[in-house]
């Protein structure tokens, strides 16, 4: 008798988790060795109340959707930790009772966590179940330390990151954009991205710029102070102004993870903090730092800390930046599939245990492979970004970042005109604006 199959995601959606369950389906349908496939109601809570939508009930052509439909809605997600074993007894007696025999699992760290104590639980009990993990993380901390030779091991990136790359890397040609257009009134623009304690989303925003045209920094939790935020701010600030000094407007990317303050973070139940609900936002403390908000006058009148005329402004993209399908990395799309399929191949050739993984291949042509590695050796793995890929400066990243990243964001970012500066010869004597005349 054939067995069922159970997929379920966890964790923050990407635009392009639904193509690696697309994968897998595709894969599992092609093979005859199943019988029905169902989709755990957001995520393993569906395992737990037994709500389990037929995916094989549903049409060929909603399956091929899932392609260009972005975040994690079709089947939904959850962050759920199982912190005793009362629930995993609970999820192998839903197995057993509906003839599981095998198990996907698409999210990160946590998840593969997850997904490894159901496998060993399902050991224990006898039921013949085979567990699989397939990656998906905007923040690409999933997998191992960078290697001399370029590549990550484990996984060298994660499905859903190329795509939130590309995103930031377009975000900041459009602003930069508007920054020229307005700084003489507002000469900072802070823009917050996601990626809670680790620096892959900001770093990105270096692949708008590879020539190093724009007044851009760029703040990785890993290359500031995790404890002294009052430094922090300090040094910040600093590098903004000498940025004014060269080319009178500034834009700064800061991951929500850098230390500025007490911000009132919320945390889910495994510990993360859930930054786009926290009281404050880490772009907007810096904000109000640049503009001196902490110093206002008698008359209510804020200080600024910026060493020219104008303002600081912010804005945070927020959960937009892991969903939008608009800006999708068809490079991240392809690889989600693959990624998906091959966690199907994986456990319909009757390996258990493994996640399934993407493996680059060493030197200048990107080229990657599809493999497998324990799900005990990733459960709550989490990789820092590299620190000889932060630059000396601490406000940017290293062309070999660039090298690493630039594959993973697909086709060429748009390209926006670029006037030169060729002024006429003037022709009246010099004149100050009245508002910008010393007083």
Same mark, same amino acid.
């Given at each position: 008798m054939m067995k069922n199959v159970i997929i379920a995601q966890s964790g923050g959606p990407t635009s392009v988790i639904n193509n690696s369950i697309r994968g897998a389906i595709d894969e599992l349908i092609l093979s005859k060795k199943i019988d029905k496939i169902y989709g755990a109601k957001m995520g393993i809570l569906g395992a737990l109340q037994e709500e389990l939508i037929d995916i094989s009930a549903q049409g060929l052509h909603q399956i091929a959707l899932l392609a260009e439909t972005p975040s994690a809605g079709t089947i939904g997600s959850c962050r759920y930790k199982i912190k005793n074993d009362e629930d995993l007894v609970r999820i192998v007696e839903v197995f057993k009772k509906h003839n599981v025999g095998y198990f996907f699992y698409c999210g990160g760290g946590d998840s593969m966590d997850t997904a490894n104590k159901i496998n060993e639980l399902a050991k224990q009990n006898n039921l013949?179940?085979?567990?699989?993990?397939?990656?998906?993380?905007?923040?690409?901390?999933?997998?191992?330390?960078?290697?001399?030779?370029?590549?990550?091991?484990?996984?060298?990136?994660?499905?859903?990151?190329?795509?939130?790359?590309?995103?930031?890397?377009?975000?900041?040609?459009?602003?930069?954009?508007?920054?020229?257009?307005?700084?003489?009134?507002?000469?900072?623009?802070?823009?917050?991205?996601?990626?809670?304690?680790?620096?892959?989303?900001?770093?990105?925003?270096?692949?708008?710029?590879?020539?190093?045209?724009?007044?851009?920094?760029?703040?990785?939790?890993?290359?500031?102070?995790?404890?002294?935020?009052?430094?922090?701010?300090?040094?910040?600030? @600093?590098?903004?102004?000498?940025?004014?000094?060269?080319?009178?407007?500034?834009?700064?990317?800061?991951?929500?993870?850098?230390?500025?303050?007490?911000?009132?973070?919320?945390?889910?139940?495994?510990?993360?903090?859930?930054?786009?609900?926290?009281?404050?936002?880490?772009?907007?403390?810096?904000?109000?730092?640049?503009?001196?908000?902490?110093?206002?006058?008698?008359?209510?009148?804020?200080?600024?800390?910026?060493?020219?005329?104008?303002?600081?402004?912010? @804005?945070?993209?927020?959960?937009?930046?892991?969903?939008?399908?608009a800006y999708v990395s068809e490079t991240d799309r392809g690889e989600a599939y693959q990624v998906g399929a091959h966690a199907a191949q994986i456990a319909l050739s009757g390996e258990n245990g493994f996640m399934s993984t993407i493996i680059r291949k060493p030197g200048r042509i990107y080229k990657i492979n599809y493999d497998k590695v324990p799900l005990d050796v990733v459960a709550n793995s989490e990789r820092k970004f590299p620190q000889e890929w932060i630059s000396g400066d601490r406000v940017d990243v290293t062309d070999e970042f660039i090298e690493w990243a630039l594959p993973l964001i697909g086709t060429p970012l748009p390209r926006f005109a670029k006037f030169k500066e060729i002024y006429i010869p003037k022709k009246c004597r010099e004149y100050i604006p009245v508002e910008y005349r010393s007083k």
């Amino acid at each position: 008798m054939m067995k069922n199959v159970i997929i379920a995601q966890s964790g923050g959606p990407t635009s392009v988790i639904n193509n690696s369950i697309r994968g897998a389906i595709d894969e599992l349908i092609l093979s005859k060795k199943i019988d029905k496939i169902y989709g755990a109601k957001m995520g393993i809570l569906g395992a737990l109340q037994e709500e389990l939508i037929d995916i094989s009930a549903q049409g060929l052509h909603q399956i091929a959707l899932l392609a260009e439909t972005p975040s994690a809605g079709t089947i939904g997600s959850c962050r759920y930790k199982i912190k005793n074993d009362e629930d995993l007894v609970r999820i192998v007696e839903v197995f057993k009772k509906h003839n599981v025999g095998y198990f996907f699992y698409c999210g990160g760290g946590d998840s593969m966590d997850t997904a490894n104590k159901i496998n060993e639980l399902a050991k224990q009990n006898n039921l013949k179940l085979i567990c699989t993990g397939i990656p998906k993380t905007i923040d690409n901390d999933v997998g191992g330390p960078l290697k001399t030779d370029g590549t990550f091991a484990i996984c060298d990136h994660d499905p859903g990151y190329g795509s939130v790359a590309r995103n930031l890397a377009i975000n900041i040609l459009e602003a930069n954009e508007e920054n020229k257009a307005s700084y003489t009134s507002d000469p900072v623009l802070v823009v917050g991205v996601m990626g809670r304690k680790i620096g892959f989303i900001p770093a990105a925003a270096r692949l708008a710029d590879r020539k190093r045209e724009i007044p851009l920094l760029i703040i990785l939790p890993e290359s500031l102070s995790i404890d002294d935020y009052q430094g922090n701010l300090e040094f910040i600030t @600093e590098k903004v102004n000498e940025k004014l000094i060269k080319q009178r407007r500034c834009i700064v990317v800061i991951g929500e993870g850098v230390n500025v303050g007490d911000l009132g973070i919320l945390r889910d139940s495994f510990g993360h903090a859930q930054f786009s609900a926290s009281e404050e936002t880490v772009e907007q403390a810096l904000t109000n730092y640049l503009n001196g908000i902490d110093m206002k006058d008698s008359q209510g009148r804020a200080q600024s800390r910026l060493i020219i005329r104008g303002i600081a402004r912010s @804005e945070r993209p927020g959960t937009r930046q892991r969903r939008e399908i608009a800006y999708v990395s068809e490079t991240d799309r392809g690889e989600a599939y693959q990624v998906g399929a091959h966690a199907a191949q994986i456990a319909l050739s009757g390996e258990n245990g493994f996640m399934s993984t993407i493996i680059r291949k060493p030197g200048r042509i990107y080229k990657i492979n599809y493999d497998k590695v324990p799900l005990d050796v990733v459960a709550n793995s989490e990789r820092k970004f590299p620190q000889e890929w932060i630059s000396g400066d601490r406000v940017d990243v290293t062309d070999e970042f660039i090298e690493w990243a630039l594959p993973l964001i697909g086709t060429p970012l748009p390209r926006f005109a670029k006037f030169k500066e060729i002024y006429i010869p003037k022709k009246c004597r010099e004149y100050i604006p009245v508002e910008y005349r010393s007083k």
